[in-house]
Protein backbone atom coordinates (compact mmCIF):
# COMPACT_ATOMS: atom_id res chain seq x y z
CA UNK A 1 0.00 0.00 0.00
CA UNK A 2 1.20 3.19 -0.94
CA UNK A 3 1.79 5.00 2.88
CA UNK A 4 0.71 8.46 1.49
CA UNK A 5 -2.78 7.24 1.12
CA UNK A 6 -2.88 6.06 5.11
CA UNK A 7 -2.87 10.17 5.64
CA UNK A 8 -4.65 12.49 2.39
CA UNK A 9 -5.36 15.25 4.45
CA UNK A 10 -3.33 16.47 8.16
CA UNK A 11 -4.25 14.24 10.57
CA UNK A 12 -6.43 15.81 13.90
CA UNK A 13 -6.14 14.28 17.01
CA UNK A 14 -5.32 14.48 20.71
CA UNK A 15 -2.15 13.40 22.52
CA UNK A 16 -1.09 12.76 26.17
CA UNK A 17 2.27 14.25 26.28
CA UNK A 18 1.11 18.33 27.34
CA UNK A 19 -1.39 17.22 29.84
CA UNK A 20 0.20 14.20 31.78
CA UNK A 21 3.97 13.55 30.14
CA UNK A 22 4.87 9.21 30.45
CA UNK A 23 2.58 8.89 33.52
CA UNK A 24 -0.95 8.86 31.46
CA UNK A 25 -3.36 6.40 32.54
CA UNK A 26 -5.94 4.48 30.66
CA UNK A 27 -9.16 5.51 32.56
CA UNK A 28 -7.61 9.04 31.12
CA UNK A 29 -6.86 7.78 27.68
CA UNK A 30 -10.72 6.59 27.90
CA UNK A 31 -11.92 9.58 28.89
CA UNK A 32 -10.40 11.79 26.25
CA UNK A 33 -11.89 9.39 23.56
CA UNK A 34 -14.99 9.99 25.36
CA UNK A 35 -14.83 13.57 24.57
CA UNK A 36 -13.63 13.32 21.35
CA UNK A 37 -16.13 10.89 20.16
CA UNK A 38 -18.91 13.13 21.64
CA UNK A 39 -17.41 16.78 20.92
CA UNK A 40 -14.89 16.84 17.92
CA UNK A 41 -15.37 13.60 15.80
CA UNK A 42 -17.94 15.24 13.81
CA UNK A 43 -15.56 17.91 12.73
CA UNK A 44 -12.56 15.38 11.71
CA UNK A 45 -10.67 14.68 14.84
CA UNK A 46 -10.27 11.14 15.24
CA UNK A 47 -6.74 10.29 16.92
CA UNK A 48 -5.70 9.03 20.61
CA UNK A 49 -2.53 8.56 20.85
CA UNK A 50 -0.82 7.49 24.09
CA UNK A 51 2.74 8.76 24.30
CA UNK A 52 6.26 7.94 25.82
CA UNK A 53 6.77 5.19 28.72
CA UNK A 54 3.27 3.48 28.40
CA UNK A 55 5.79 0.52 29.50
CA UNK A 56 7.12 1.93 32.45
CA UNK A 57 4.75 0.95 36.09
CA UNK A 58 6.33 4.00 37.77
CA UNK A 59 6.44 6.92 35.94
CA UNK A 60 4.82 9.91 37.27
CA UNK A 61 5.57 13.09 35.29
CA UNK A 62 7.27 14.17 32.35
CA UNK A 63 10.99 13.40 34.01
CA UNK A 64 12.23 10.16 33.39
CA UNK A 65 13.57 7.83 35.97
CA UNK A 66 16.67 5.88 34.46
CA UNK A 67 17.62 2.79 34.20
CA UNK A 68 14.40 1.99 35.63
CA UNK A 69 12.69 -1.83 33.94
CA UNK A 70 10.50 -2.00 31.71
CA UNK A 71 7.69 -4.29 30.94
CA UNK A 72 8.81 -6.39 28.27
CA UNK A 73 7.90 -9.89 26.63
CA UNK A 74 9.99 -12.66 25.99
CA UNK A 75 11.18 -11.34 22.42
CA UNK A 76 12.65 -8.02 23.70
CA UNK A 77 9.68 -5.60 22.80
CA UNK A 78 8.19 -3.05 25.29
CA UNK A 79 4.60 -3.93 26.85
CA UNK A 80 2.19 -2.12 28.36
CA UNK A 81 1.77 -1.31 32.23
CA UNK A 82 -0.46 -3.25 33.82
CA UNK A 83 -0.85 -1.45 36.69
CA UNK A 84 -1.22 1.63 34.39
CA UNK A 85 -3.35 0.26 31.65
CA UNK A 86 -5.49 -2.80 33.33
CA UNK A 87 -7.25 -3.73 30.02
CA UNK A 88 -3.57 -4.84 28.92
CA UNK A 89 -3.62 -7.70 30.82
CA UNK A 90 -3.15 -11.45 30.17
CA UNK A 91 -0.64 -10.61 27.29
CA UNK A 92 -3.49 -8.39 25.49
CA UNK A 93 -1.52 -6.06 25.10
CA UNK A 94 -3.04 -2.38 23.85
CA UNK A 95 -5.97 -4.48 21.60
CA UNK A 96 -8.23 -3.69 24.28
CA UNK A 97 -8.44 -0.62 24.52
CA UNK A 98 -7.60 0.32 21.01
CA UNK A 99 -11.16 -2.05 20.50
CA UNK A 100 -12.68 0.55 23.09
CA UNK A 101 -11.40 3.80 21.04
CA UNK A 102 -12.45 2.12 17.33
CA UNK A 103 -15.86 1.61 18.91
CA UNK A 104 -16.29 5.03 19.29
CA UNK A 105 -15.35 5.55 15.37
CA UNK A 106 -12.01 6.91 16.41
CA UNK A 107 -8.30 5.44 15.96
CA UNK A 108 -5.40 4.56 18.17
CA UNK A 109 -2.18 5.44 18.33
CA UNK A 110 1.12 5.11 20.42
CA UNK A 111 4.55 6.31 21.10
CA UNK A 112 7.75 4.33 20.62
CA UNK A 113 11.32 5.19 21.02
CA UNK A 114 13.64 4.40 18.41
CA UNK A 115 15.61 0.88 18.94
CA UNK A 116 15.94 -1.87 21.36
CA UNK A 117 15.33 -2.02 25.05
CA UNK A 118 18.98 -1.12 26.53
CA UNK A 119 17.34 -4.16 29.13
CA UNK A 120 17.00 -6.66 26.71
CA UNK A 121 20.74 -6.11 25.29
CA UNK A 122 21.78 -6.40 28.76
CA UNK A 123 20.26 -9.93 28.83
CA UNK A 124 20.58 -10.65 25.63
CA UNK A 125 16.57 -11.99 25.23
CA UNK A 126 15.89 -13.32 21.63
CA UNK A 127 13.68 -11.68 18.73
CA UNK A 128 11.05 -12.78 16.92
CA UNK A 129 11.41 -14.23 13.29
CA UNK A 130 15.30 -14.58 14.01
CA UNK A 131 18.08 -16.47 15.54
CA UNK A 132 19.68 -13.24 16.27
CA UNK A 133 19.78 -11.43 19.94
CA UNK A 134 19.15 -8.32 21.06
CA UNK A 135 22.63 -7.67 21.92
CA UNK A 136 23.60 -8.68 18.32
CA UNK A 137 21.65 -6.11 16.43
CA UNK A 138 22.00 -3.18 19.29
CA UNK A 139 24.00 -0.31 18.19
CA UNK A 140 25.30 0.50 21.49
CA UNK A 141 26.81 4.07 20.63
CA UNK A 142 23.49 5.23 19.35
CA UNK A 143 21.71 6.55 22.30
CA UNK A 144 18.68 8.65 23.03
CA UNK A 145 20.80 11.47 25.26
CA UNK A 146 17.25 12.51 26.93
CA UNK A 147 16.20 9.14 27.70
CA UNK A 148 17.73 5.89 28.70
CA UNK A 149 15.56 3.41 27.66
CA UNK A 150 16.89 2.33 24.24
CA UNK A 151 19.83 1.47 22.09
CA UNK A 152 19.81 2.04 18.05
CA UNK A 153 19.13 -1.07 16.17
CA UNK A 154 22.09 -1.49 13.76
CA UNK A 155 20.66 -1.69 10.47
CA UNK A 156 24.12 -3.74 8.85
CA UNK A 157 23.29 -6.73 11.35
CA UNK A 158 21.49 -9.54 10.59
CA UNK A 159 18.09 -9.93 12.70
CA UNK A 160 17.72 -5.78 12.77
CA UNK A 161 14.81 -5.68 10.31
CA UNK A 162 13.62 -8.81 11.47
CA UNK A 163 13.04 -7.11 15.10
CA UNK A 164 11.67 -4.18 13.75
CA UNK A 165 9.15 -6.36 11.50
CA UNK A 166 8.23 -7.98 14.84
CA UNK A 167 7.37 -4.98 17.04
CA UNK A 168 5.11 -3.77 14.04
CA UNK A 169 3.09 -7.11 13.54
CA UNK A 170 2.60 -6.68 17.24
CA UNK A 171 1.19 -3.02 17.04
CA UNK A 172 -1.00 -4.56 13.73
CA UNK A 173 -2.12 -7.26 15.76
CA UNK A 174 -3.08 -4.71 18.91
CA UNK A 175 -5.11 -2.80 15.91
CA UNK A 176 -2.86 0.37 15.98
CA UNK A 177 -3.70 3.39 13.52
CA UNK A 178 -0.66 5.72 14.39
CA UNK A 179 2.90 5.05 15.76
CA UNK A 180 5.02 8.28 16.89
CA UNK A 181 8.70 7.32 16.95
CA UNK A 182 11.20 9.32 18.90
CA UNK A 183 14.66 10.06 18.91
CA UNK A 184 14.82 9.93 15.25
CA UNK A 185 14.23 12.75 13.07
CA UNK A 186 16.55 14.87 14.29
CA UNK A 187 19.04 13.46 17.52
CA UNK A 188 21.31 16.16 19.37
CA UNK A 189 24.21 14.15 18.97
CA UNK A 190 23.85 12.64 15.70
CA UNK A 191 21.86 13.30 12.00
CA UNK A 192 18.67 12.15 11.26
CA UNK A 193 18.69 8.30 11.82
CA UNK A 194 17.79 7.14 8.31
CA UNK A 195 18.42 3.45 8.37
CA UNK A 196 16.38 3.34 11.16
CA UNK A 197 13.50 5.41 9.65
CA UNK A 198 13.76 3.21 6.45
CA UNK A 199 13.40 -0.54 8.47
CA UNK A 200 10.33 1.18 10.47
CA UNK A 201 9.02 2.06 7.44
CA UNK A 202 9.52 -1.50 5.83
CA UNK A 203 8.29 -3.12 8.72
CA UNK A 204 4.90 -1.14 8.85
CA UNK A 205 4.44 -1.75 4.76
CA UNK A 206 4.79 -5.52 5.80
CA UNK A 207 2.78 -5.79 9.12
CA UNK A 208 -0.45 -5.39 6.83
CA UNK A 209 -2.33 -2.46 8.30
CA UNK A 210 -2.38 1.04 7.27
CA UNK A 211 -0.72 3.02 9.88
CA UNK A 212 0.42 6.75 9.84
CA UNK A 213 4.49 6.82 10.63
CA UNK A 214 4.97 10.45 12.77
CA UNK A 215 8.82 10.83 13.55
CA UNK A 216 10.05 13.23 16.66
CA UNK A 217 11.54 15.40 17.59
CA UNK A 218 12.75 18.18 15.45
CA UNK A 219 13.96 20.73 13.62
CA UNK A 220 14.21 17.78 10.86
CA UNK A 221 16.59 18.73 8.34
CA UNK A 222 14.65 20.37 5.42
CA UNK A 223 17.31 19.30 3.13
CA UNK A 224 16.07 15.54 3.84
CA UNK A 225 12.41 16.80 2.86
CA UNK A 226 12.68 14.29 -0.23
CA UNK A 227 13.33 11.28 2.04
CA UNK A 228 10.36 12.41 5.07
CA UNK A 229 8.30 12.73 2.26
CA UNK A 230 9.22 9.02 0.74
CA UNK A 231 9.08 7.02 4.16
CA UNK A 232 6.57 8.93 7.08
CA UNK A 233 3.31 10.85 7.16
CA UNK A 234 4.34 13.31 9.38
CA UNK A 235 7.45 14.43 10.61
CA UNK A 236 8.25 17.60 13.06
CA UNK A 237 10.02 20.52 12.16
CA UNK A 238 10.82 21.74 15.53
CA UNK A 239 11.65 20.66 18.90
CA UNK A 240 9.12 20.21 21.52
CA UNK A 241 6.41 23.20 21.48
CA UNK A 242 4.98 24.98 24.39
CA UNK A 243 2.97 27.95 25.57
CA UNK A 244 5.96 30.45 25.26
CA UNK A 245 5.59 33.34 22.29
CA UNK A 246 8.58 32.75 21.18
CA UNK A 247 8.50 29.91 20.10
CA UNK A 248 5.61 30.58 18.58
CA UNK A 249 7.50 33.61 17.03
CA UNK A 250 10.07 31.14 15.42
CA UNK A 251 7.39 29.37 13.87
CA UNK A 252 6.66 31.56 11.23
CA UNK A 253 10.69 30.98 10.24
CA UNK A 254 10.20 27.26 10.49
CA UNK A 255 6.36 27.12 8.17
CA UNK A 256 8.49 29.85 5.65
CA UNK A 257 11.04 27.46 5.40
CA UNK A 258 9.05 24.36 4.77
CA UNK A 259 6.22 25.67 2.67
CA UNK A 260 5.27 23.92 -0.74
CA UNK A 261 6.22 20.78 0.92
CA UNK A 262 2.75 19.50 2.51
CA UNK A 263 1.25 17.46 0.43
CA UNK A 264 -1.15 14.48 0.27
CA UNK A 265 -0.11 12.02 3.11
CA UNK A 266 3.73 13.92 3.98
CA UNK A 267 2.79 16.57 6.38
CA UNK A 268 5.94 18.88 8.21
CA UNK A 269 4.23 19.16 11.98
CA UNK A 270 4.69 22.06 13.71
CA UNK A 271 4.05 19.88 16.94
CA UNK A 272 0.89 19.60 19.35
CA UNK A 273 -1.08 22.41 20.46
CA UNK A 274 -0.84 23.31 24.12
CA UNK A 275 -3.88 24.68 24.36
CA UNK A 276 -6.50 24.10 27.36
CA UNK A 277 -5.96 22.78 30.88
CA UNK A 278 -1.92 21.22 29.99
CA UNK A 279 0.90 20.50 32.79
CA UNK A 280 -1.20 18.14 35.08
CA UNK A 281 1.56 15.86 35.23
CA UNK A 282 3.85 17.11 32.52
CA UNK A 283 6.53 19.23 34.02
CA UNK A 284 8.35 20.45 31.00
CA UNK A 285 7.99 23.63 28.80
CA UNK A 286 8.65 25.69 31.73
CA UNK A 287 5.42 25.34 33.41
CA UNK A 288 3.38 23.13 35.65
CA UNK A 289 -0.74 22.40 36.22
CA UNK A 290 -1.71 25.35 34.29
CA UNK A 291 -4.17 26.74 31.65
CA UNK A 292 -2.10 27.70 28.62
CA UNK A 293 -0.67 30.68 29.06
CA UNK A 294 -0.96 31.90 25.43
CA UNK A 295 -3.31 34.49 25.32
CA UNK A 296 -6.80 34.31 23.00
CA UNK A 297 -4.90 36.25 20.53
CA UNK A 298 -1.80 33.94 20.37
CA UNK A 299 -4.29 31.08 20.41
CA UNK A 300 -5.41 32.16 17.20
CA UNK A 301 -2.26 32.95 15.80
CA UNK A 302 -1.03 29.87 16.59
CA UNK A 303 -4.39 28.09 14.94
CA UNK A 304 -4.06 30.20 12.09
CA UNK A 305 -0.88 29.24 11.26
CA UNK A 306 -0.97 25.77 12.34
CA UNK A 307 -4.49 25.51 9.76
CA UNK A 308 -3.24 27.36 6.28
CA UNK A 309 0.10 25.89 6.97
CA UNK A 310 -1.61 22.11 6.90
CA UNK A 311 0.93 21.16 10.27
CA UNK A 312 -0.96 18.19 11.65
CA UNK A 313 -3.47 19.66 14.52
CA UNK A 314 -2.91 17.53 17.31
CA UNK A 315 -4.58 19.09 20.75
CA UNK A 316 -2.18 18.66 24.14
CA UNK A 317 -4.28 19.70 26.84
CA UNK A 318 -6.85 17.43 28.97
CA UNK A 319 -9.94 17.86 26.76
CA UNK A 320 -12.76 17.32 29.44
CA UNK A 321 -11.82 20.41 30.79
CA UNK A 322 -12.05 22.54 27.24
CA UNK A 323 -14.16 26.03 28.00
CA UNK A 324 -16.97 27.24 25.40
CA UNK A 325 -13.50 29.20 24.11
CA UNK A 326 -11.22 26.36 23.50
CA UNK A 327 -13.93 24.32 22.36
CA UNK A 328 -14.37 27.02 19.58
CA UNK A 329 -10.73 26.97 18.59
CA UNK A 330 -10.96 23.49 17.73
CA UNK A 331 -14.62 22.93 16.32
CA UNK A 332 -14.34 26.57 13.54
CA UNK A 333 -15.54 24.46 9.99
CA UNK A 334 -14.73 27.05 7.95
CA UNK A 335 -10.85 26.91 9.71
CA UNK A 336 -10.75 23.14 9.28
CA UNK A 337 -12.31 23.11 5.56
CA UNK A 338 -8.86 25.09 5.17
CA UNK A 339 -6.80 23.24 7.01
CA UNK A 340 -7.98 19.93 4.60
CA UNK A 341 -8.78 21.31 1.55
CA UNK A 342 -6.81 24.16 0.96
CA UNK A 343 -3.04 24.17 -0.88
CA UNK A 344 -0.46 26.13 -2.34
CA UNK A 345 0.07 27.83 1.22
CA UNK A 346 3.20 30.45 1.24
CA UNK A 347 4.55 33.76 3.35
CA UNK A 348 3.36 36.10 0.44
CA UNK A 349 4.68 39.47 2.54
CA UNK A 350 6.88 39.85 5.79
CA UNK A 351 7.34 43.75 6.87
CA UNK A 352 8.26 44.63 10.43
CA UNK A 353 5.33 43.65 12.19
CA UNK A 354 3.45 42.22 9.67
CA UNK A 355 3.41 39.06 8.24
CA UNK A 356 0.72 37.92 5.71
CA UNK A 357 0.15 34.07 4.30
CA UNK A 358 -2.04 33.03 1.87
CA UNK A 359 -3.56 29.96 0.59
CA UNK A 360 -6.03 28.21 -2.34
CA UNK A 361 -8.64 26.19 -2.89
CA UNK A 362 -9.73 24.29 -5.32
CA UNK A 363 -13.33 25.91 -5.68
CA UNK A 364 -11.47 29.48 -6.61
CA UNK A 365 -11.56 31.12 -3.42
CA UNK A 366 -8.43 32.67 -1.23
CA UNK A 367 -7.45 32.48 2.30
CA UNK A 368 -5.32 35.14 3.32
CA UNK A 369 -3.95 35.21 6.82
CA UNK A 370 -2.82 38.67 8.22
CA UNK A 371 -0.55 38.31 11.41
CA UNK A 372 0.86 40.66 13.59
CA UNK A 373 3.85 39.89 15.70
CA UNK A 374 4.84 42.83 16.99
CA UNK A 375 4.41 44.35 20.43
CA UNK A 376 2.38 47.35 19.90
CA UNK A 377 -1.67 46.92 21.26
CA UNK A 378 -2.92 47.02 17.54
CA UNK A 379 -1.07 47.11 13.82
CA UNK A 380 -3.31 49.10 11.03
CA UNK A 381 -3.59 47.54 7.83
CA UNK A 382 -3.78 49.03 4.74
CA UNK A 383 -2.93 45.47 2.29
CA UNK A 384 -2.68 46.06 -1.26
CA UNK A 385 -3.69 42.17 -2.13
CA UNK A 386 -2.14 42.96 -5.44
CA UNK A 387 1.43 42.80 -3.35
CA UNK A 388 0.80 39.37 -2.06
CA UNK A 389 -0.22 37.90 -5.69
CA UNK A 390 -4.57 38.08 -5.48
CA UNK A 391 -6.15 39.96 -7.11
CA UNK A 392 -10.14 40.22 -7.11
CA UNK A 393 -13.11 41.80 -8.55
CA UNK A 394 -13.56 45.98 -8.40
CA UNK A 395 -15.36 45.48 -4.75
CA UNK A 396 -15.25 41.80 -2.90
CA UNK A 397 -16.80 40.39 -0.11
CA UNK A 398 -14.66 38.18 2.28
CA UNK A 399 -15.28 36.61 5.60
CA UNK A 400 -12.95 36.51 8.64
CA UNK A 401 -13.08 32.71 9.54
CA UNK A 402 -12.54 33.57 13.54
CA UNK A 403 -15.41 35.94 13.97
CA UNK A 404 -17.60 35.22 11.08
CA UNK A 405 -17.69 39.25 10.59
CA UNK A 406 -17.98 40.10 6.87
CA UNK A 407 -14.99 42.38 5.62
CA UNK A 408 -15.57 44.52 1.91
CA UNK A 409 -12.12 45.06 -0.30
CA UNK A 410 -12.74 47.71 -2.72
CA UNK A 411 -9.84 48.03 -5.37
CA UNK A 412 -7.91 45.48 -3.84
CA UNK A 413 -6.96 47.30 -0.66
CA UNK A 414 -7.56 45.19 2.35
CA UNK A 415 -8.31 47.79 5.82
CA UNK A 416 -8.52 46.01 9.26
CA UNK A 417 -6.71 46.29 12.19
CA UNK A 418 -4.91 42.90 13.99
CA UNK A 419 -4.08 42.96 17.32
CA UNK A 420 -0.59 42.49 18.83
CA UNK A 421 0.24 38.96 18.61
CA UNK A 422 -3.34 38.55 16.58
CA UNK A 423 -4.94 37.47 13.47
CA UNK A 424 -7.10 38.19 10.86
CA UNK A 425 -8.22 35.08 9.03
CA UNK A 426 -9.83 35.59 5.49
CA UNK A 427 -11.42 33.96 2.96
CA UNK A 428 -12.17 35.24 -0.21
CA UNK A 429 -14.73 33.64 -2.57
Request: aromatic fraction near 10%; proline fraction near 5%; glycine fraction near 8%.
Given at each position: ??????????P?G?N??????A??TEK???????????H???Y?WSYI????Q???????????????????????R????ENR?????????????????????????IHI?RG??????H??????????T????????????W?T???G?????E????Y?DSL?????S????????D?????????????????????????G???????S?????V??A????E?ANM???T???????P?????F??????Q???????W???D??P?G???IRSVD??GA??W??????E???M??L????RSP?I??????D????TL????N???????R??H??R?????G??IV?????????T??A?F?VG?QS??????N????GL?????SH?T????????????DI??TD??????R?Y?F?
Amino acid sequence: MDHTLVAPTPPLGWNSWDCYGAAVTEKEIRGNAEYMATHLKEYGWSYITVDIQWYEPLANSSQYRPFVPLIMDEYSRLMPAENRFPSTADGQGFKPLADYVHSLGLKFGIHIMRGIPRQAVHSDTALLGTNSTAREIAHTNSICPWNTDMYGVDHHKEGAQAYYDSLFELYASWGVDLVKVDDIAASRLYDTHQPEIEMISKAIKRAGRPMVLSLSPGPAPVEYAEFFAEQANMWRVTDDFWDQWPLLLDMFDRCRKWQGLPKEGCWPDCDMLPLGHIGIRSVDGGGADRWTRFTKDEQLTMMSLWSIFRSPLIFGGELRDNDDWTLSLLTNREVLRMHRESHSAREALHQGDLIVWTASHVDGSTYVAVFNVGEQSALPVELNLNTVGLSLSATSHGTELWSGDVTEVNEDILRTDVPSHGVRLYRFA
